[in-house]
């Protein structure tokens, strides 16, 4: 299947330092029908064909920022909603298993932290950790996620005094 998606996103800062900000990013996803769906027999069933509904996903946090932007602390979330039911080629109570379930939703949130990583003259790179425990899970399993990504700045930043 294709997906394909929109997104959008502000911060707003709360101090003329802009040291305190709460952001937020939207995604909208839409989906074409899976390919290989609708033609396919497995045993004495024919797989219906299946489009994915769409989705929204808002992920975005508050946070307090020191050195200058370089490292931040604060509170991170993201929820996912879909706004669609699946769409399947026959209706749903003949489906081999039963009636469809409803939509999925979840949400998320917990810590959030930015460290620089540098020598006394050049920004190598800015690594992000975040621990986020998922509730309200419909339709779909819940748990928690740690997620660590790095930037890498190329060519590095020059730190200036």
Known sequence: M???????????YFDQKKTISAATTAFWEVHTKKEGTGDVSVGPF??????VGQLLT????????????????????????????????IPPDQLPGGPVIGKHRVWAFGPDVTVPIATKSK???LVNVRYLWEAAARVKTQGQSLVVTATFP????????
């Not at 294709?2 to 707003?12: I, K």
């Not at 024919?46 to 489009?51: E, I, N, Q, R, S």
């Not at 370089?70 to 699946?86: F, N």
Request: no cysteine.
């Open 2 to 12: 294709w997906s394909f998606e929109t997104s959008g996103g502000a911060t707003v």
């Open 46 to 51: 024919m797989l219906p064909g299946v489009k």
């Open 58 to 89: 808002l992920e975005g946090g508050l946070g307090k920022s020191f050195l200058e932007g370089a490292a931040s602390v604060g509170v991170a979330y993201y929820a996912q909603y879909k706004l669609t039911h699946d769409e399947f080629d």
């Open 123 to 125: 920004l190598l790179a």
């Open 154 to 161: 190329i060519p590095s930043i020059k730190i200036t005094k």
